[in-house]
Nanobody, 127 residues
Framework: QVQLVESGGGLVQAGGSLRLACAASGRTSSSYAMGWFRQAPGKEREFVSGISRSGGSTHYADSVKGRFTISRDNAKNTVYLQMNSLKPDDTAVYYC????????????????????WGQGTQVTVSS
């Protein structure tokens, strides 16, 4: 079992930046592939970014590519999402997800493949 707690959300103006953090407790997170998803009001939850358990591979949704950066610090059991050049369309609740996985390099992008989820953190971007 692993518990995930997101932090770092808030209200920011368009063009601004935020850094989300996802702290994992329980079993060591270094054996887990991790991902960030988001859900805007009235929309389905969607993939934002993922990172392999080693941190050697990452993947981004086209809508955030070049603006968001995912990283992880396995010593701190924490995954980060640096969000720059934020747009009003980025407004959503952001969720962290984890799955214990064998591969050091594969990134999981499908939400049904993740076993553990955080409670989410609200990101609001004003125009």
């Amino acid at each position: 079992q692993v518990q995930l707690v997101e932090s770092g959300g808030g209200l920011v103006q368009a063009g601004g930046s935020l850094r989300l953090a996802c702290a994992a407790s329980g079993r060591t997170s270094s054996s887990y592939a991790m991902g960030w998803f988001r859900q805007a009001p009235g929309k389905e939850r969607e993939f934002v970014s993922g990172i392999s358990r080693s941190g050697g591979s990452t993947h981004y949704a086209d809508s955030v590519k070049g603006r968001f950066t995912i990283s992880r610090d396995n010593a701190k059991n924490t995954v980060y999402l640096q969000m720059n050049s934020l747009k009003p369309d980025d407004t959503a609740v952001y969720y962290c997800a984890a799955r214990q996985y064998y591969s050091d390099y594969e990134v999981i992008t499908l939400q049904h493949r993740y076993d553990y989820w955080g409670q989410g953190t609200q990101v609001t971007v004003s125009s």
